[in-house]
Structures are given as structure tokens and as C-alpha cells.
């Protein structure tokens, strides 16, 4: 098993939920709503996947505190037809727009095979793999996509042209857990530069370029520059492609034209997002597709190993193990984290000071 990040405190799950919640509902975001928002950070955490968990309360909560965006939670089908929508998600919080999207595209697909929907007036929806596992429920497969704030540079190039724009893929199984494929198309989601950014960490080099188009291994500088997409050329065809899929076809902002998240606040970002769900049994055999997934599994996990390497994982392989590590370990956070969750409290929730959650060695 890879060696996992270690962290300042470990917070309980459940009562770091309770928390989030009370805090974007004190902000003004209705409790259902801070419900969903709040189980998307929660469940990134527990998957190991700290940059889009409760790292992102701060600014969650700051935009949802400026009335820059929609507390209302409808989303409206614009254009329609059995198997495709057009959604404009109103500027409502990313997690509660992307949650409905999804569920719609998965009942769609029960009758037509494969639903897809594009997404416009999105705003940040944490990580993708949120919705693309939402189909495995239905035996689907599940697809998500969307765009991000200009943050990438195209590769060869230094300027912020495109977001890190991620992308996911779940397939279900039989016998093993699910494939679950998520990542950003640049070498490293900038979440965790934004991270590394809040804790006052170095981060490695490689990761992205400062205003002058230097590698740095500062998170400020790297946050004032550009973030690098990953297999040079090959990144930044995915990115353009995701622009296109996600939010030139949904009519959403995309490419350099979109809203930042962590600037102008009451500024509507109108990103784009692209669901789609395909229902195996309308293609295939589903018994004999999951066996065939499984079969890949096997295949790939007793194939040799490179020298150096102890084992092969598979997508999601590595997430799963961490839900079950973080639920008993707890929450991992930093101590910057630990001071933005304790000052959201103060202001918008009951005072309650985090370090009462911190779980016992």
C-alpha cells in the first residue's frame, strides 16, 4: 500500500459533517443544500483526496456569505429530449447543481441506454468522481466532466489559458470494487497547490511555473503563475477537448473567459460541466461485462511488476482503502485547515472549536 500523506490532526467524521454544515447554513445556504455541499467535501477527505475536501470551506462559504451565488437549488432543463438535456444550473452551488444533473441523466438512461447533459452557469463542484460513482447505484457507468478557472498553460506555452479541467470515469464490477478513474488533466490538481498554499508548504518541482515562467516550488508564487498539464502535450489536448465537451457545448464561459474561484467572489463563475450515464445491460451482458472487469483487474494485479514497484493499483483502488483508513483514523487536516474551520465557526456557525473533533491516537 502507498505510504499516505501525514497529517497535523485527525477530525471525527461525523461531528467535522455537523460542523460544515452549521457553518455554510449560518452563511445562508439552506440546510439541504449544505447537506449535499458538505457530504461532497467530506467524502473527498475520507478518499484521501484533501484538495477538495473541507480545505475548500473558506472559500465555499465566502462566496456563498457575498450572495454571489444562487441559494435557491433549482436548476432548469432549457433544452430537452429523451436522451440529452441542456441544464442551466442558475449559479447554484456546484455539488447541489451537479447532484440533480447527474440524477436526471441517470434516470434517462433506465429507457434510452445513454443519457448525457451538458451544464452552464456551473460553479466549482468538488471532485468528479462525486458524480461519475453516483451510477454504479444503477449498474451504470457514469461519465463527468467540467471545466475550471484559467489556471494551465497549454503545453509550451506560460500564460493561464485553461483550467485544470478534470474528468471521471466509474465502472462497476463483480467481485472487486469499482474502476474509478479521476484526475485533472494538468500534472497536479491545483487544489493541492491551494493547499500547500493554506499549511505554508513547499510543493515539488515539476508542479507549475511562477508569473515568469520559472519552475518554483513556492505555493504563492505557483498560485501567481501557471500549473503545468500533465504528459506535456497530451494534458493539454484532454483539457481543450473537456473545454469543449463540457462548456462550448453547454454554452457555459471556458478557456480563459471563465470566473475565478478564489477571487471576485459575488461574481458568478459560469463554468460547464458534461454528465453522461450508460446503462450496461441495454449494450451488454451486464454479468459478462463485470466479469470482464474483473478480469482486467486480475489480469493487470498478477502481471509482473517493475523493478522497485511492491504492487500495481488499479483506478480508485487506492481511494477505496483510504475511506476505510479515514473513517477509523479520522479527517486529516493541517494546522492552517484547523484555523480556517475554527474562524468559520466563530462567524458563521455555533463557536464550536474543532479540536474538540480531533480523534485519539
Known sequence: MAERERFDSYLDPAGTRALCERILTGAGLPADQSAVVVDNLVRADLRGISSHGISRMAVYTGRVASGGLSTDGRIEIVSDAPAAMRIDARNNMGAVAGTQAMRLVIERARTCGIAAATVFNGNHYGFAAYYSMMALE??????????????????????????????????????????????????????????ADIEKKPIPEGWALDADGHSTTDAAAALAGVVLPFGTYKGSGIAIMIDVLSAVLSGASFGMHVGQLYRDADTPQNLGHFFAAIHIGMLSDPVAFKAGVDQIVDDIKGSRKAPGTDEIFLPGELEFENEIYYMKKGIGVGAGVLRDLRNLSQTY?????????????
Open 138 to 195: 444503477s449498474d451504470m457507468i457514469g461519465v463527468a466532466l467540467s471545466n475550471a478557472p484559467p489556471t494551465m498553460a497549454p503545453w509550451g506555452g506560460m500564460a493561464p489559458m485553461m483550467g485544470t479541467n478534470p474528468f471521471s470515469i466509474a465502472a462497476p464490477a463483480a467481485k472487486h470494487r469499482p474502476l474509478v478513474l479521476d484526475c485533472a488533466s494538468s500534472y497536479v490538481a491545483r487544489g493541492k497547490i491551494n493547499l
Open 349 to 361: 456557525g455555533d463557536g464550536t472549536d474543532p479540536e474538540i473533533l480531533q480523534k485519539p491516537e
